[in-house]
């Protein structure tokens, strides 16, 4: 059988930025002319006078846009329902500024260090713990990362996210990927007793331990609240390297602090570039000029569709690498949104892909659906179409017309957002010029900012995840934490007294009855 050869394609560009980064070498981006070329934009034209009768008119958004204003002054005040057991959780607001560049340095060299000494790296955390590092790593890095050479990721070890679910299989399945390798861990949890956190802690900390005694220290890093807490201790009595989790920032806007940099800094991310594209945004969004103000316009729009009965937002990418912060928003906004009856689900697409399946729904289903494109203008690659001499597929007219890849990629979300709007479907597209820890940065921020304000204009704490606490206790209660015994008793109690109705799929039919 034939090889496959690249010579035809060139270099890959993401491979190429890896080994640049790898080699400290930043993108200029202190230049004016590199602010400009990395400028995130918000059309929200599609947003307006649809063809059915829920659509958004201008004039539903005007009505919003003295709340909204207010919203963006008591955030910057630091005023209205913005606490978590006293401590006001806008600590990520100013952070941009704050950090120190010292406090990069410091992240950098530390994993530095530490990479040199490893062959693999398991970040292991859930939710705010995870997403935004998983989204950020994915989205500047090769899609094959881990299977690549050492040298053509930069000489950054290989990593590995573990903790966000309770899965066996994918925790063996991991564990075969590390075998023989030299691992180091960095566990994150800000309240350090989440249950999918703790045991991979435990099953890794065990197993480093176990062959390393004492030396397992070295490899051993927690990120976590500055003073309490179970991992706090821990880490204290080994001996652990530590980072700190900030009390008055919450997991969902954390991915500024320690609980993104460490891991950013072991894949080589510039941590300088990330928080000036947080310190861009930052500027842009403190302002009360709604229609220069991209977080405003966005919160304001969402909440205008969602009082016109929309329920839905698709987050749509034409990007693979954009896809899984479009899983980070599935987490920042339904988890600061769903509150008392209210909020937009938000359902991460990566588009062609979901064009074929719950696109049907989109263009034709219930109109309870707004849908936000995260267009992605210049991949790395642009990869050309090649001409065929008898074009028996009928496509030389793309390379005729000059198009490539990138180009046609375009048109996967130009193409829905103009058939789903007609449709019936609100939507407004993000376009994020290129996949640089900037471009992240800014539009984090923008988010962060977004969902704040959503969450004055719903009249509700935006920073607090009161339901994702009573599942944490259900769990403890079930698998029997010690401390939740009585939640055991009244689960218990309770369970036992609904009527359980199950249905066996067996040939025998005392087991496919229902009870
Ligand atoms: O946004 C949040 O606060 C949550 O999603 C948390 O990040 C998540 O529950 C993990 O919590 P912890 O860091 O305490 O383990």
Redesign the pocket.
Known sequence: MARFVLDEFGENETIRRQIARGRGQEEPYEHAAFEQANTISLDVTNMFDGPEPTSLHRKDLEEIIPSALEANTMLERGEGDIRDHDIPMTGWLNLPEEITASHLKEIASATRELSGEIDAFVSL?????YLGIEATFRALTHSFFNQLPREQRGGAPEIYFLGQNMDPDFYRDTFDMLEGKRVAINV????GT?TE?AIAFRILQQALESRLGEQARRCILVTTDREKGALKKVAREKGYRTFVIPDNV???FSVLTDVGLVGLAMANIDLGEFTAGFRRMRRLTRSNDFWRNPSLVHAALRYAAWLKGKKIEVVATNATSLYPVARWME?LFP?SEGHKGQGLWVSPSLYSEKLHANGQMVQQGERNIIETFLLLREHDNRLPIPRQRDDMDGLNFLPDNGMDMNDINRKVVEGPAYAHYQGGVPNMTFEIPRRNSYNLGQFYYLMERSVAVSGFLLGHNPFV?PG?ESYKTAMFALIGKRGFEDKAKRMKEKLQKMERTVIHASENPRNSDPK
């Open positions: 955390g859930i939710g705010g713990s994150i949890s800000k309240s989440t956190t919450g997991g969902r987490q988890e995840q994702v």
